[in-house]
T-cell receptor
Framework: GAGVSQTPSNKVTEKGKYVELRCDPISGHTALYWYRQSLGQGPEFLIYFQGTGAADDSGLPNDRFFAVRPEGSVSTLKIQRTERGDSAVYLC????????????FGPGTRLTVL | DQQVKQNSPSLSVQEGRISILNCDYTNSMFDYFLWYKKYPAEGPTFLISISSIKDKNEDGRFTVFLNKSAKHLSLHIVPSQPGDSAVYFCAASGGAWGAQKLVFGQGTRLTINP
């Protein structure tokens, strides 16, 4: 069975550009989460989806960040006008339900903003 | 403010001995705690969890202890094996923070020496 997959694995972009990061959750998992991990830190919550809707986006740092999950499966994290401070590993996770418990993580996308 | 803290950035243990990783939290509303293990270039992998209604949970070589009065949890690995070398994160959820969002510590890098 496939785990959570994320593409691309690495993304290098220039300051001011727009990027999209994709997450394919485990099949049948209704809850999907995005986290961001900076160097030397633990993952930090950004947003989570229950089905198609963003149930909690309180972790998004500002309005340059946006995420969608239009069909309740694949999700895309979108970052506009990237800044050097956005450089981090972006992790996606999924779980069977949103009732708490174990979340299964993907390998992450390493974003570097030059 | 760091609600979940792992004060030891690194730990080195001899193969076959016990590894003890520690984690402190400040939010008394957290009611579910997890340990994740992370290898380089991979996402965090779930190891073991504990609910706040228990003070111990054991799974093979891994045991998690929870001391609610001290707001402290620890992960014991015995006997330690070379494959246990990784970064270990503790995480918490629950209360007003929500069951879905995990709050992670900064991680402890465990090295098992042969």
């Amino acid at each position: 069975g496939a785990g959570v997959s994320q593409t691309p694995s690495n993304k290098v972009t220039e300051k001011g550009k727009y990027v999209e990061l994709r997450c394919d959750p485990i099949s049948g998992h209704t809850a999907l989460y995005w986290y961001r991990q900076s160097l030397g830190q633990g993952p930090e919550f950004l947003i989570y989806f229950q089905g198609t809707g963003a149930a909690d986006d309180s972790g998004l740092p500002n309005d340059r960040f946006f995420a969608v999950r239009p069909e309740g499966s694949v999700s895309t994290l979108k970052i506009q006008r990237t800044e050097r401070g956005d450089s981090a590993v972006y992790l996606c996770a999924s779980s069977l339900t949103a009732g708490g418990g174990e979340q299964f993580f993907g390998p992450g996308t390493r974003l570097t903003v030059l | 403010d760091q609600q979940v803290k792992q004060n030891s950035p690194s730990l080195s243990v001899q193969e076959g001995r016990i590894s003890i990783l520690n984690c402190d939290y400040t939010n008394s509303m957290f009611d579910y705690f997890l340990w994740y293990k992370k290898y380089p270039a991979e996402g965090p992998t779930f190891l073991i969890s504990i609910s706040s209604i228990k003070d111990k949970n054991e799974d093979g070589r891994f045991t998690v202890f929870l001391n609610k009065s001290a707001k402290h949890l620890s992960l014991h690995i015995v006997p330690s094996q070379p494959g246990d070398s990784a970064v270990y994160f503790c995480a918490a959820s629950g209360g007003a923070w929500g069951a879905q969002k995990l709050v992670f510590g900064q991680g402890t890098r465990l090295t098992i020496n042969p």
